[in-house]
Nanobody
Framework: QVQLVESGGGLVQAGGSLRLSCAAS????????MGWFRQAPGKEREFVAA????????YYADSVKGRFTISRDNAKNTVYLQMNSLKPEDTAVYSC???????????????????WGQGTQVTVSS
């Protein structure tokens, strides 16, 4: 079992930055693929970024490529999402997710992730 707790959300002006953290419990964190997803009101959950257990393979949604950076610290059981140049359309609840399968297998499909955090709200004002 893996439990995930996100933090770092908040209100920021367009062009600003935020760093989200996702702290995981469990001794097998360093073997899990980790992902970030977001969901805006009235919209479906959307893939943001994913990272392999080693950090050596990373994938981003086109909408955030070049602005967001996913990383992980296995010693701290934590995955991060650095978000720069934020836009109003980035406003959403951001959730981290974990799974045991390799990152390259349907990394953008929420149903492929077994564990989810409760989410943290990110609001970008124009």
């Amino acid at each position: 079992q893996v439990q995930l707790v996100e933090s770092g959300g908040g209100l920021v002006q367009a062009g600003g930055s935020l760093r989200l953290s996702c702290a995981a419990s469990g001794r097998t964190f360093n073997s899990y693929t980790m992902g970030w997803f977001r969901q805006a009101p009235g919209k479906e959950r959307e893939f943001v970024a994913a990272i392999s257990w080693s950090g050596g393979n990373i994938y981003y949604a086109d909408s955030v490529k070049g602005r967001f950076t996913i990383s992980r610290d296995n010693a701290k059981n934590t995955v991060y999402l650095q978000m720069n140049s934020l836009k109003p359309e980035d406003t959403a609840v951001y959730s981290c997710a974990a799974r045991a399968s390799a990152v390259y297998i349907e990394y953008g499909v929420p149903e492929r992730y077994a564990y989810w955090g409760q989410g943290t709200q990110v609001t970008v004002s124009s």
